[in-house]
C-alpha cells in the first residue's frame, strides 16, 4: 500500500506561485509513475501532469503547459508541482496519485490517492 499526503496548496493572487508535495509512505515510489489531477466545484476530476518512475518523462495539460512543472525526488519519495503565473481558473483541489503501471493520464490508471489540497487563486 502507498499513502499519499498532499501539502502547500493555499490563497494565492492571480500571477502568483505554489509548489505542492506529495509524500508517499508505505513503500518507495521509485518504481510508480505519479501524476496530479484537479477537480474544481460542479467539475470532474481532470489531468494536470504525470512524471514517469525516473523523472525523465513529464505530461501536462495543455492549459498548464508553459506555466506548471512536475518533479520528483526518489530519494525523498517525494513528488512536486510548481505552479506558477497561477489563474483564477486553475483554483481546484489538487490531487496526487501513483500507479504501478505505465504514465496515464487517465485517472482510472492510479490506484493509490492523497486526500487533496486546496488551490485557491484570486483575480
Known amino acids: 500500500q502507498v499513502q499519499l499526503v498532499e501539502s502547500g496548496g493555499g490563497l494565492v493572487q492571480a500571477g502568483g506561485s505554489l509548489r505542492l508535495s506529495c509524500a508517499a509512505s508505505?513503500?518507495?515510489?521509485?518504481?510508480?509513475?505519479m501524476g496530479w489531477f484537479r477537480q474544481a466545484p460542479g467539475r470532474d476530476r481532470e489531468f494536470v501532469a504525470a512524471?514517469?518512475?525516473?523523472?525523465?518523462?513529464?505530461y501536462y495539460e495543455d492549459s498548464v503547459k508553459g506555466r506548471f512543472a512536475i518533479s520528483r525526488d526518489n530519494a525523498k519519495n517525494t513528488v512536486y508541482l510548481q505552479m506558477n503565473s497561477l489563474k483564477p481558473e486553475d483554483t481546484a483541489v489538487y490531487y496526487c496519485a501513483a500507479t504501478p503501471r505505465r504514465t496515464s493520464l487517465l485517472s482510472p490508471e492510479y490506484d493509490y490517492w492523497g486526500q487533496g489540497t486546496q488551490v485557491t487563486v484570486s483575480s
Open positions: 508505505g513503500r518507495t515510489i521509485s518504481t510508480y509513475a
Open positions: 512524471i514517469n518512475y525516473s523523472g525523465g518523462m513529464t
